[in-house]
């Protein structure tokens, strides 16, 4: 936590910058949505607050359920498959 506070004081102007211009997607994008509820806002995906995520080193597996799921059932059959190609040549 203390990085991320380091970070963003060392480059406020550029969080400012991003927060602000992200404000304004979210408006643009609520107002072609028809409204300015939570929902509304939420279901915009603003590139702006991405980028300042990305730049605090936010995750954002938990906005990504469907996907973080099918990547970890691939992975576990990918080291399974591995593990046993290895036993099996070294037989």
């Given at each position: 936590?203390?990085a991320r506070e380091t970070?963003r004081a060392s480059n406020?102007?550029?969080?400012?910058?991003?927060?602000?211009?992200?404000e304004r997607y979210t408006?643009?994008?609520?107002?072609?949505?028809?409204?300015?509820?939570?929902?509304?806002?939420?279901?915009?995906?603003?590139?702006?607050?991405?980028?300042?995520?990305?730049?605090?080193?936010?995750?954002?597996?938990?906005?990504?359920?469907?996907?973080?799921?099918?990547?970890?059932?691939?992975?576990?059959?990918?080291?399974?498959?591995?593990?046993?190609?290895?036993?099996?040549?070294?037989?």
């Amino acid at each position: 936590m203390l990085a991320r506070e380091t970070v963003r004081a060392s480059n406020e102007k550029a969080f400012t910058a991003l927060e602000q211009l992200g404000e304004r997607y979210t408006e643009v994008a609520t107002s072609k949505l028809g409204g300015t509820s939570r929902s509304a806002e939420s279901a915009v995906d603003n590139p702006y607050t991405n980028y300042i995520r990305t730049a605090l080193n936010i995750s954002t597996v938990g906005e990504h359920q469907l996907i973080t799921g099918f990547n970890t059932a691939m992975y576990r059959d990918w080291e399974t498959d591995r593990k046993s190609t290895r036993l099996n040549s070294s037989h």
